[in-house]
């Protein structure tokens, strides 16, 4: 009997040990293949590890593997996993599991856990908390995106452009001559190590394409070509790049077209091409008073990552020093593939940051280019939750393109691997009066949704201790200082704070600017915009906007303080897009349309009892979420008529 025993004991150490061995040897075959960025790989083997055992520092492995993979599934399944076994030892979980929420569009479980991360690492300063405290508002917006889809009709190319590999930009000469970027084998020694090629589809007869590579000058050997620029027909600034370990490495070149080939590229200058970064996604731009370059570069001066800059370009083709786009179009994140329409003045770039509906999404701005502000995202379905980037539209107007790596298969488990590209279908210059009515009333009702819309102001702001019942400052600037001061709220609200208590009132604070005051002053941006677009189609509109103040100051006091933040706002309107409203305003528009703003100054009268009026105890009558809540102004009601 005692021998049986040992045996079975014999028999049960044998196949642990060939597990744990197997265990072993699939975690480092997927250390190896993560190492060398085949995710794919690294995926399999974690995922046949954990099958023999589930650890949390395996389950991350796996949940990282599958997020590089873009197999969100499974990543939101070990995130979710190491997030409620072990957030001590990793806690970018739950960051990471409302990344690949977003991106699979669970907008509401991703704002979720990016306020949960958020609050959890209040006190920290660094890319996480302040990407996850800006997509607790953006995972809002975009499940509202996807409640107002747009009409706009797309398709996706056909095969003869788009393969089972990536195909990036193109760029389309109308009927003739179409040039895309594609990443995929063009011939039998293509089969293992590829690169990305510039390519040339040129119409043969009325019906067919033949498809060309480009000769070597272009498609430089071993490099890969992904976006490019024509600045004449027979001149191409391109983006040549090289992979390195976790990103390319480009650079931009120019040729020029003789005869039937193009001549041997030159290096742009290192004013354009930076040492201390990657240069590339050129768009060349012809305006009527000036030329420009516009590229994507993460060079040295930039917010972060991929930024959008521009270089104006002189007569005889010198460049300017480049110039970063600002903080209205560049974030912590990726801003990329910029193009500029100068028919409409609109520019089109893609970003990871705004309100996207997951990864990058496509935005547009109008106005100045050295003065873009408030892109607006172009709309879902148009926009994913996967990379939508490249938009352009081509020379004959007939069509706009963008590239996605979407599936268009609502049963597949992972995100496209590759990109495809798509084809917009432009409207004609002719309106269709049905259509047009449709569009106006869509237009005010997503007015009607924002409303109320209520802008707040730190105490006796703007233009402090003074009678006055106007100011010059815009609303814009007033609230840009307002959210600048929140560490200040922060520090006041929390003193003498410890503990548990010190992260409540960090969080309240929090909550105020995140919920109240950026929260708002994104629904009045998306409002003015939608104000623009109803008065441009010959329709009044009319706002009545509510003043409130706090009670440190006597009522008359509070009135004229109200009167002026209600100014700010009014300026606010004057000075958007350079005045674009303010013909509006005056009752001057070439099309009769009128904006009419109807102001209601209120004192402390409005303000709910229980807030302090105690100028001596300036943490709870200036610095309490209940006082800031009553320093606002509100837009209270919106009206429109032909």
């Not at 006190?123 to 997509?135: D, G, L, M, V």
């Not at 708002?520 to 706002?543: A, C, W």
């Amino acid at each position: 009997m005692k021998k049986y025993f040992i045996i079975l004991y014999l028999i049960f150490v044998y196949i642990n040990s060939s597990s744990s061995q197997n265990i072993r040897q699939f975690i480092r075959n997927g250390n190896k293949s993560y190492e060398v960025e085949n995710y794919e790989a690294a995926e399999y083997y974690y995922s046949k590890a954990i099958q023999l055992g589930e650890t949390s520092p395996l389950a991350w492995k796996l949940a990282e593997a599958a997020r590089m993979n873009r197999d969100y599934n499974i990543a939101q399944k070990w995130y979710q996993y190491v997030a409620e076994t072990d957030i001590i030892k990793f806690p970018l979980a739950t960051f990471w599991l409302a990344t690949v929420q977003k991106s699979i569009g669970s907008y509401q479980k991703a704002q979720l856990n990016y306020r949960k991360y958020f609050m959890a690492n209040i006190k920290t300063k660094n890319y996480f908390t302040e990407k996850s405290r800006h997509e607790i508002t953006s995972c809002e917006n975009a499940l509202f995106l996807t409640f107002n889809p747009t009409e706009t009709p797309f398709k996706r190319l056909d095969t003869l452009y788009n393969t089972k590999y990536s195909e990036f930009q193109i760029f389309d000469f109308g009927d003739s001559l179409k040039y895309i970027s594609s990443l995929r084998p063009l011939n039998i020694t293509d089969s293992i190590t590829f690169f990305s090629k510039l390519l040339l589809f040129k119409k043969s007869d009325a019906t067919n394409y033949s498809k060309e590579l480009l000769d070597s000058n272009i498609n430089i050997p071993n490099k890969n070509i992904s976006s490019f620029t024509f600045v004449t027909n027979n001149k191409i600034i391109f983006s040549a790049c090289d992979r390195k370990k976790g990103k390319f490495y480009c650079q931009l070149y120019q040729s020029e077209k003789a005869h039937e080939n193009w001549n041997l590229p030159i290096l742009l200058p290192n004013i354009i091409n930076s040492i201390s970064g990657t240069t590339t996604n050129p768009c060349f731009v012809a305006t009527q008073k000036e030329n420009y370059l516009l590229f994507a570069s993460d060079r040295d001066g930039g917010y972060g990552k991929l930024d959008l800059w521009y270089s104006k370009i002189d007569s005889i083709g010198n460049y300017t020093e480049p110039k970063n786009f600002g903080k209205n179009i560049n974030s912590i994140d990726d801003e990329c593939s910029p193009f500029y329409d100068s028919k409409t003045q609109t520019l089109y770039f893609s970003s990871e940051w705004f309100d996207n509906l997951g990864n990058t999404d496509i935005f547009s701005v109008q106005g100045n280019l050295e003065d873009m502000k408030y892109p607006q995202n172009i709309g879902f379905p148009l926009n994913s939750c996967n990379y939508d980037i490249y938009y352009n539209i081509s020379t004959n107007r007939d069509f706009a393109y963008f590239s996605s790596n979407r599936t268009l298969d609502k049963t597949a488990s992972t995100a496209g691997c590759c990109n495809d590209i798509f084809q917009i279908s432009l409207p004609k210059e002719k309106k269709d009066s049905v259509s047009e009515k449709k569009i106006e009333t869509k237009l005010k009702q997503k007015s009607v949704e924002l409303i109320p819309i209520s802008l707040y102001f730190h105490n006796d702001e703007p233009n402090p201790r003074t009678w006055d019942t106007a100011t010059n400052l815009n609303y814009a600037t007033t609230a840009e200082l307002y959210i600048n001061m929140r560490d200040e709220y922060q520090n006041i609200w929390s003193q003498n704070l410890k503990d548990e208590k010190k992260n409540i009132a960090l969080s309240e604070i929090e909550n105020f600017f995140i919920d109240s005051v950026e929260k708002n002053f994104d629904k009045l941006i998306k409002f003015t915009q939608l104000m623009e677009q109803l008065l441009e189609k010959g329709q009044n509109v009319e706002i009545t906007i509510k003043g409130y103040a706090s009670p440190l100051n006597s009522n008359a006091y509070n009135v004229n303080l109200s009167k002026r933040r209600i100014q700010s706002l009014v300026n606010f309107f004057n000075e958007y897009k350079d005045g674009i409203f303010i013909s509006y305003i005056n009752g001057n528009s070439s099309n009769g349309s009128k904006l009419i703003i109807t102001r209601e100054a209120f004192g402390e009268e409005m303000v709910v009892k229980g807030v302090s009026d105690n100028l001596y105890d300036v943490k709870n009558s200036v610095y309490s979420p209940s006082a800031a809540c009553e320093r606002k102004i509100a837009v209270i009601a919106v009206s429109f008529s032909k």
